[in-house]
């Protein structure tokens, strides 16, 4: 048949005639994505839309609902509910003939290509795209695990039930409490977020506890992300309200049963007594990377070739969002995860089609931040893959931060939100 | 800091649709070629490479940069303060997006974002967004089978 003829006929019926005339031996290609999140879910639906329906996508993930992180630090404040933050992942499915797998995955053998779930149901794959986010590594502040596990001291920094019980601490507190926040060395999930907590939570101490104090207890040097902007307002907004510290690494948090107020410990400085004590501990890749043999001795994030985001220790796997080692100036960031998936799931469908994936990808990213319950602030960049140093850089000249906090950037913030929620999801 | 200005949506929508693309890679799936390899069954797979059609996954996936802010394949949610690109007239979003580049026009994020993009990128991307049905047309996806097959 001639492209000619081809081309006049109906495109749905050619869609259709070529599978049958091709493929009526060979089964479909199948990829296996773990994990529903602003990564893996964005994968999902873009393998589908990508490879026109022609690539099986199944999609793991034990939960039923995604739950935005982005905008959860407004929970905490009482400025919204979790409900407004909560998406029902089963749309990929009707809208997008995704398969969704409600398990965890035990064990990942790359060699056979293939996962084992925790039902023992075995799931062969032809290309695996793995999405699994952070774990938050408890065990590198001395006490945590145990006051964690008490419920004395909550991270909530993967939103969710536990979102719900740090604004419930946050609420109980008293008058003239303390509450602390110490933020872990960089890099760690969504750069600026400790500090718009900060900025949220302030936004209600000011009015319901006027005599309460937070205290930002930052490993690092200085603010990770809008540094100056945070500052200016804080000192405009906040004055009495939040005390910035930087270099105070958190070692060790104590909190015994009946007392109200705990301890944090430091590595330098003197010991603090807090109140609501929101410790964030060291983050790295998901521990499923490990078990799976994708991750370096020691490494906290794993390597990937940029370009298609193929992990470098294992063949048909590719590797996304927070859990990567990041390029320079790239943050562990929902858009910058669904950046990443764009370009994983565009690199899979050429593989598949024997193409050469694309030699010059791009990625952007935005971030909004709440700086009170309305007003906003953003950083966007633009990220380009370099093929000499086979990384990517931010593009010269590009990229920025708001001239200040606005309402107008408020309402960005939201629709951005629900923008990208749509994006990854419906 | 000023509202932005953004391109109106055009009354009509353009003849253009997905439907060309779509052809052009099934198009090219049936030339004859050699037989595909076991862990190659996608349709595009019994072809080299067409130019073309490389060219319309990587464009489409350089669009997709755009979609966290104007919805995907360029469609804005109802109601969204950002304006959906799907459908607008290739000249006026070619005009604005190389006016947010050169800072001539105003705006929070868009004259950060669009200072990373090519000219020549840019011109691709109105071109693109022209194309597409400013509604969704979007064929039923096939049910997803309750279990996969191990």
Redesign the interface.
């Known amino acids: ?1 001639k ?1 000619r003829d ?2 006049q006929a109906g ?2 019926a ?2 259709l005639s ?2 049958r ?3 009526a031996q ?5 990829v296996v994505v773990v994990g529903g999140g602003f990564g893996g879910a964005t994968a999902a ?2 393998l ?9 996508v ?1 999609l793991v993930e034990p939960q039923a609902d995604f739950i935005s992180c982005p905008l959860s630090n407004l929970v905490l404040g009482g400025f919204r509910p979790l409900d407004d933050l909560r998406q029902p992942l089963d749309t990929l ?9 409600r398990e965890r995955v035990a064990r990942v053998d790359t060699a056979a290509r293939r996962l084992l779930l925790d039902s023992g ?4 794959y ?1 290309k695996l795209l793995l999405s699994p986010g952070i774990d938050l590594d408890m065990d590198s502040v001395d006490g945590l695990p145990a006051a964690h596990a008490a419920g004395r001291v909550l991270p909530a920094w993967k939103a969710g039930p536990e979102t719900l019980a740090l604004r419930r601490q946050i609420e109980a507190m008293p008058g003239g409490g303390v509450f602390a926040l110490s933020i872990p060395p960089a890099p760690y999930r969504c750069p600026p977020g400790p500090y718009e907590r900060a900025s949220v939570i302030a936004a209600y101490l000011r009015q319901a506890k006027p005599r309460a104090k937070l205290l930002v207890l930052d490993a690092n040097p200085d603010i990770v992300s809008k540094g100056a902007l945070f500052r200016k307002f804080w000192a405009e907004a906040y004055p009495q309200l939040i005390e910035y510290r930087p270099l105070h690494q958190v070692v060790g948090v104590e909190a015994r049963p009946g007392e109200l107020a705990g301890t944090l410990r430091f590595e330098l400085q003197e010991p603090e007594r807090a109140t609501v004590m929101n410790v964030l501990p060291a983050m790295r890749a998901g521990s499923l990377l490990q078990q799976a043999g994708l991750m370096k001795p020691g490494a906290r994030w794993c390597e990937v070739d940029y370009r298609t985001f193929a992990a470098t220790a294992a063949p048909h796997v590719h590797v996304i969002g927070d859990a990567i080692q990041p390029a320079p100036a790239m943050p562990k960031s929902g ?1 910058m995860a ?2 990443h998936a ?2 994983a ?2 690199a899979i ?2 593989e ?5 994936p ?1 030699p010059a ?4 990213n ?1 971030c909004y931040s709440f700086v009170d319950a309305r007003q906003v602030i ?1 950083v ?5 893959y370099s093929a000499a140093l086979r990384n990517y850089q931010p ?1 010269a ?4 931060l ?3 906090p ?1 309402t ?2 408020g ?2 913030a939201w ?2 939100a ?3 929620w ?2 990854m999801l ?1 | ?1 000023a ?1 932005p200005h953004w391109p109106a949506l055009p009354t009509t929508a353009p003849p253009l649709r997905w ?2 693309l ?10 004859a070629q050699p037989e ?11 072809s ?2 067409t130019p073309s ?2 060219a319309a ?2 464009l ?3 669009a ?2 755009c ?6 394949e360029g469609r ?2 109802p109601d ?3 304006p959906g690109l799907a459908g607008l007239p290739a000249g006026a979003l070619r005009q604005a997006l190389l006016a947010f580049k050169s800072g001539a026009r105003p705006g ?2 868009m ?7 090519e000219d020549a ?1 840019l011109a691709a991307l109105a071109d693109y967004f022209a194309a597409l049905a400013p509604e969704p047309d ?2 039923a ?5 309750k279990e ?1 097959r ?1």
Do not use: F
């Open positions: 048949m492209r081809l081309l495109a749905a050619l869609a070529a599978q005339a091709t493929g060979a089964r479909r290609a199948r639906k873009y589908r839309l990508l490879s026109g329906q022609h690539v099986e199944v499915a009707r809208r997008h003939g995704v398969q969704l797998v149901t075995a799931l062969a032809d858009h669904n950046a764009k370009v799931a565009a469908v050429a598949l089609s024997g193409w050469e694309d990808p791009l990625l952007t935005t953003h966007a960049s633009v990220h380009q593009v000249g590009s990229g920025g708001s001239a200040a606005s107008l950037e309402s960005y629709n951005w629900r923008t990208i749509a994006d419906a | 800091m509202r439907w060309p779509l052809a052009m890679l099934v198009a090219s799936a049936t030339q595909p390899p076991a862990s190659q069954p996608l349709p595009q797979a019994q080299a490479a059609a490389v996954l990587r489409r996936t350089l997709a940069t979609a966290a802010c104007h919805g995907t804005a949610l969204s303060p950002v929070t994020v004259p950060q974002l669009a200072k990373g993009y990128q979007r064929p996806a096939p049910p997803a089978p996969p191990p």
